[in-house]
C-alpha cells in the first residue's frame, strides 16, 4: 500500500496535468476593437463585450481592448480590422497570441420593437496574417417570430446575443491546432442561379488565380459606408468557398499604402502590377455596390435590397477574367407566409455574394 504521502503527491500531480491540458487547450486569442460602420455610435459598447464572453465560452482565453490600447496608440493603428503583417507579428510577440479576432459592425437600429444587428468577423494567424476562418451574422427582432406573432425579440441586448451566437456557430473550439483551422470552412448561403449577362474567361477553368484580394468597391448608394460592408462580407464570402487563397483586407491596406493608391472604380496596369508584387496576389476583384436599402429610410421599402456589379482582373496583364452583377430583395426568398424571407442586410448581402462568387 502506498504511504499517505506519495497519495497526495499523486493526486496533485493528476490536478496538475488536467490543469495544465486545459490551460494548452484556451488558445490565446487578442479581440481587436470591431470597426464600427453600423451608423450607430453605441453599437460597439453593446456587442463587443459580447463577442468576448463568446470566444471565452468556446475555450479561447482573450486579450481585450483594454491590453491591446497601448499598442495600438504606440502603432498608430486605426483601422483596427486591417492590420498589416507587420503589425500583426508584432501584435502576436508582444502579447503571445497566435491568432487575432478582427471584424466589423455593420448593422445596429435600435427599431422599437424589431431591432436590427449586423456583424462580420474574421480569425487571423498573428504569425503569417492568413486568414483562418471568417464568418458574417445578421437578424432582425422579427426572424424570431413564430406562430401567432409570438418569439419576436424586442430588446437590441438579447438580439445581439443571439447574433454573436450565430456568428460563432462554426468557429472550431478553443485549442484547435492552426493547421485543422486552416481547413475550416464557415458554411456558407446555397448559391441560386445569377440572372443576366456574367463573363468568364475560360482560363479560369484551367489556371484559376492561385490568390485574390478584394479593393475597395465604389459606393453608388446613399447609405455611408455601404461599400465598406461590401469589401468585408465579398473576403467572408471568397474565403467561405474556399476556390482561392484571400489575401487579409489588412495586407491589401497596407500594400495600397505603400503604393500611394486609393483605386476607386477604375485602376490602371502599373497599379494592378503593384498591387500583385507588393501583396501577393495574381488577381483583384473590384467593383460598385448600385444599391443599399436596409429598409430602414422614411418611405423606403422595409424589405432590405442589395445590387452589386464585380469584375476580376488579372494583375499581370489587367484582363478581365470574371465579371458579373446581380440584385436581390429579401422578399424574393419568401415561401408561404412570411417565412424564407431574408429580412436583415447582411443575410441578404452575403446571399448575392455567394451567388455570384458561384459564377467565377
Known amino acids: 500500500m502506498r504511504p499517505p504521502i506519495a497519495l497526495l503527491a499523486a493526486a496533485l500531480a493528476c490536478v496538475l496535468a488536467l490543469w495544465t491540458a486545459a490551460s494548452e487547450a484556451a488558445t490565446r486569442v487578442a479581440l481587436l476593437p470591431f470597426e464600427n460602420v453600423s451608423g450607430h455610435p453605441k453599437s460597439p459598447a453593446i456587442i463587443m463585450p459580447l463577442i468576448g464572453l463568446a470566444l471565452r465560452e468556446r475555450g479561447y482565453e482573450v486579450v481585450g481592448q483594454d491590453a491591446l490600447e497601448p499598442f495600438l496608440f504606440r502603432r498608430r493603428v486605426r483601422a483596427t480590422s486591417k492590420l498589416s503583417r507587420e503589425e500583426l507579428a508584432a501584435l502576436g510577440r508582444e502579447f503571445d497570441v497566435p491568432l487575432a479576432l478582427v471584424g466589423s459592425v455593420d448593422l445596429f437600429?435600435?427599431?422599437?420593437?424589431?431591432?436590427?444587428?449586423?456583424?462580420?468577423?474574421?480569425?487571423?494567424?498573428?504569425?503569417?496574417?492568413?486568414?483562418?476562418?471568417?464568418?458574417?451574422?445578421?437578424?432582425?427582432?422579427?426572424?424570431?417570430?413564430?406562430?401567432?406573432?409570438?418569439?419576436?425579440?424586442?430588446?437590441?441586448?438579447?438580439?445581439?446575443?443571439?447574433?454573436?451566437?450565430?456568428?460563432?456557430?462554426?468557429?472550431?473550439?478553443?485549442?484547435?491546432?492552426?493547421?485543422?483551422?486552416?481547413?475550416?470552412?464557415?458554411?456558407?448561403?446555397?448559391?441560386?442561379?445569377?440572372?443576366?449577362g456574367v463573363f468568364r474567361d475560360p482560363r479560369l477553368e484551367t489556371e484559376p488565380p492561385k490568390r485574390v484580394a478584394v479593393l475597395p468597391f465604389e459606393n453608388g448608394t446613399d447609405r455611408r459606408g455601404a461599400a465598406l460592408i461590401v469589401d468585408d462580407l465579398m473576403v467572408v464570402g471568397l474565403f467561405q468557398a474556399g476556390r482561392t487563397a484571400v489575401a487579409d483586407p489588412g495586407e491589401v491596406h497596407a500594400a495600397l499604402k505603400a503604393l500611394g493608391l486609393a483605386p476607386y472604380g477604375g485602376i490602371d496596369l502599373e497599379a494592378l502590377r503593384g498591387i500583385g508584387d507588393k501583396a501577393g496576389v495574381d488577381a483583384v476583384i473590384l467593383g460598385r455596390v448600385e444599391e443599399y436599402n436596409e429598409g430602414l429610410r422614411p418611405g423606403a421599402s422595409p424589405s432590405p435590397s442589395i445590387a452589386l456589379e464585380a469584375r476580376m482582373l488579372e494583375t499581370k496583364t489587367g484582363k478581365i477574367l470574371w465579371m458579373g452583377s446581380h440584385a436581390a430583395r429579401g422578399e424574393e426568398f419568401q415561401v408561404v407566409l412570411e417565412f424564407g424571407k431574408i429580412k436583415s442586410m447582411v443575410p441578404l448581402a452575403m446571399q448575392v455574394i455567394a451567388d455570384l462568387i458561384a459564377t467565377m
Open 109 to 196: 437600429a435600435d427599431s422599437p420593437g424589431n431591432p436590427q444587428w449586423g456583424v462580420s468577423g474574421r480569425l487571423l494567424e498573428t504569425g503569417s496574417g492568413a486568414i483562418l476562418w471568417a464568418d458574417a451574422a445578421g437578424f432582425t427582432g422579427d426572424d424570431f417570430t413564430g406562430f401567432l406573432g409570438l418569439g419576436t425579440i424586442t430588446s437590441p441586448d438579447d438580439l445581439a446575443a443571439r447574433t454573436v451566437q450565430e456568428l460563432f456557430r462554426g468557429l472550431p473550439p478553443g485549442g484547435t491546432p492552426v493547421e485543422a483551422l486552416r481547413g475550416s470552412r464557415a458554411a456558407r448561403p446555397r448559391a441560386r442561379n445569377v440572372p443576366g
